[in-house]
Each structure stands twice: as structure tokens, then as C-alpha cells.
């Protein structure tokens, strides 16, 4: 079981940087990869970017060069700081782990955090 907690959201004038967290408590030495994922009003939860136990990250086209992920692993925590926001940016941005169990996959979600970006 891992739990994990976001914080971090809030409004934001486009142009603006936010830096979200999640912290990841439980079996966190199963957790393969972590991620962030948003889903704006009325449109499907998407991918913003994922970072795997080794280190190796991967972008949604639309927030290559604007946003970073990273994670501290003595934390526990995984990090997106987004930068010059943009008011399509604006979404609920959810933390995301995957978990491997002697060859079963576990995904557990946060509860999300609000990210506003106003034009």
C-alpha cells in the first residue's frame, strides 16, 4: 500500500511558477515510477510527465522546456516546478505512483492538488 500527498496548487498569473509535491509513504521501495498527471475541466486526465526509479523523465509535448520533474528519494517525494504557466495549464494535477509486487502492477493516486493560471 503506498499513500501519497500532493501540495502545492493555487492561483497563478500566467507567466508565473508553481513547484508541486507529493510525498509518498507506505511501500515506497516498490514504487517503479512516479508521476503527475492533470485533468481540466469537461477533458480526460493526461500525462504531464513522469520520472522512473533510475532517474530517467519523460514530458508531455505540451509542457516540454516549461516544466521539471524530479524526485528525492530520501524524501520520499517527487517534484514538478512548472514554469511560465499558461492558462491552458490550469487543472487539477494529480501524483501518481506505480507499484511492482512479485510481477503485479499496483497504481495509486493522490487526491490533487488545484492549479489555477489566470490570463
Known amino acids: 500500500q503506498v499513500k501519497l500527498v500532493e501540495s502545492g496548487g493555487g492561483l497563478v498569473q500566467a507567466g508565473g511558477s508553481l513547484r508541486l509535491s507529493c510525498e509518498a509513504s507506505g511501500s515506497v521501495f516498490n514504487i517503479a515510477r512516479m508521476a503527475w498527471y492533470r485533468q481540466a475541466p469537461g477533458k480526460q486526465r493526461e500525462l504531464v510527465a513522469f520520472?522512473?526509479?533510475?532517474?530517467?523523465?519523460t514530458y508531455a509535448d505540451s509542457v516540454k522546456g516549461r516544466f521539471t520533474i524530479s524526485r528525492d528519494n530520501a524524501k520520499n517525494t517527487v517534484y514538478v516546478q512548472m514554469n511560465n504557466l499558461k492558462p491552458e495549464d490550469t487543472a487539477v494535477y494529480y501524483c501518481n505512483a506505480d507499484v511492482w509486487i512479485i510481477g503485479t502492477r499496483y497504481v495509486y493516486w493522490g487526491q490533487g492538488t488545484q492549479v489555477t493560471v489566470s490570463s
Open positions: 520520472i522512473t526509479s533510475s532517474g530517467s523523465t
